[in-house]
């Protein structure tokens, strides 16, 4: 009896505390989910970041114009748009990865996975912060070719990107979990993620904002996304870049930790 009973130990965990093997295995399943479509998943927000700029460059004129933080206005627009993209990109991957697993009715295969809650969301999200760091890159070798780009500091450009992209994966995961159907997500992504992502200064500086506006601006999470971001390239902000960088680290462990409960809690997930 006691030799079945080892033998036949149910739920036995035999892959130690962390599943890295699984964790690595939902990670590398998810990349390759966007790069099938690379065309659409990293081509077309690349295409969108050139229009942009194009269209802006084209109506604010021949970039003569220098009063954007004391820098050259296309040097002071262009890491605003990658910014955008990478986020609403990251969370577009997390949230359309669970909506459409619910939709689909394969939800119980991750459900059922030999992984943790934890290790589930994260996976998701870092898959998701790999799609905003490509295209952060692509745009930024496209753009290589048409505007002579300076980067001051690698490491707070790649830090920014990492917390800024993460959050909106973890935003994503949430938004993906509470959605039932498409249009309930692009509700969340046209009444909520958009307006904020436009509101956050990516084509503007705040200081041309009334006094009251601005300190509006200083609450809104996005903002700091953006503005610490460009930091990295200009050296220059509208705030504060120290409390942008505990902003949003604090913002990504208060955000990662309510995601894993949620999921952990089975809401809209489990029958």
């Not at 269209?55 to 004129?61: D, W």
């Not at 200081?207 to 200083?218: A, C, N």
Request: charged share 15%.
């Amino acid at each position: 009896m006691v030799e079945i009973e080892n033998k036949y130990k149910i739920y036995e965990k035999k892959f130690g505390y962390v599943n890295w093997l699984g964790f690595y295995t939902l990670i590398s399943k998810e990349i390759f989910r966007y790069l099938k479509v690379a065309g659409q998943t990293l081509g077309a927000p690349a295409v969108n970041i050139i229009l942009f700029f194009t269209v802006l460059n084209i109506a604010i004129g021949d970039g003569g114009r220098s009063d954007a933080l004391g820098t050259n206005f296309m040097n002071f627009l262009l890491p605003g748009l990658i910014a955008q993209q990478a986020m609403t990109q990251a969370f577009a991957h997390s949230s359309s990865s669970l909506i459409i697993q619910k939709i689909q009715g394969n939800i119980w295969d991750t459900l059922t996975a030999p992984l943790s809650a934890f290790e589930t969301v994260t996976a998701i999200i870092l898959a998701s912060v790999s799609r905003g760091f490509l295209i952060g890159l692509i745009s930024l070798l496209i753009f290589s070719f048409i505007i002579d780009i300076r980067i001051e500091s690698f490491l707070h450009v790649f830090v920014v990107l990492f917390f800024s992209t993460f959050i909106m994966g973890a935003l994503g995961v949430m938004a993906g979990q509470h959605a039932n159907k498409f249009d309930e997500l692009a509700t969340i992504q046209n009444f909520l993620v958009l307006p904020a992502s436009f509101l956050s200064g990516s084509f503007f500086s705040i200081q041309r904002l009334p006094e009251i506006l601005q300190k509006v601006m200083l609450i809104n999470p996005f903002f700091y996304m953006v503005d610490t971001f460009r930091f990295g390239f200009i050296s220059n902000s509208d705030g504060s870049t120290k409390v942008g960088l505990i902003y949003l680290f604090l913002l990504t462990m208060i955000i990662w930790y309510l995601c894993w409960k949620l999921f952990k809690s089975g809401y809209r997930i489990k029958a």
